[in-house]
Nanobody
């Protein structure tokens, strides 16, 4: 088992920034590709960003490209999502995810129903 705990959410004005963190415990963190997903009220959970086990490969949803940055620190067992230039449409519950190691990171965006471990989620509200 891998336990994931998100932190850093909250209320921010449009154009502002937030930094989400995910602390992992349990099995070997460095073996897992990691990702962030989000779910807005009344909508399905959607992919935001992913990072390979080494941190050398990243993928982003089109909505996140150029504004969000995913990173990881394997020694500390953390993954972060730096979000800049936030928009009201970024308002959602954000979830940290540990994907199955046997899948390539490029497939994470299409397998929301097959992710191995989820955090409990944290709310991000972008509003004036």
């Amino acid at each position: 088992q891998v336990q994931l705990v998100e932190s850093g959410g909250g209320l921010v004005q449009p154009g502002g920034s937030l930094r989400l963190s995910c602390a992992a415990s349990g099995r070997t963190f460095s073996a897992y590709p990691m990702g962030w997903f989000r779910q807005a009220p009344g909508k399905e959970r959607e992919f935001v960003a992913a990072i390979s086990w080494s941190g050398g490969i990243t993928y982003y949803a089109d909505s996140a490209k150029g504004r969000f940055t995913i990173s990881r620190h394997n020694a500390n067992q953390t993954v972060t999502l730096q979000m800049n230039s936030l928009k009201p449409e970024d308002t959602a519950v954000y979830y940290c995810a540990a994907d199955r190691p046997e899948y390539h990171i490029s497939t994470m965006s299409t397998r929301v129903g097959d992710i191995e471990f989820w955090g409990q989620g944290i709310m991000v509200t972008v509003s004036a």
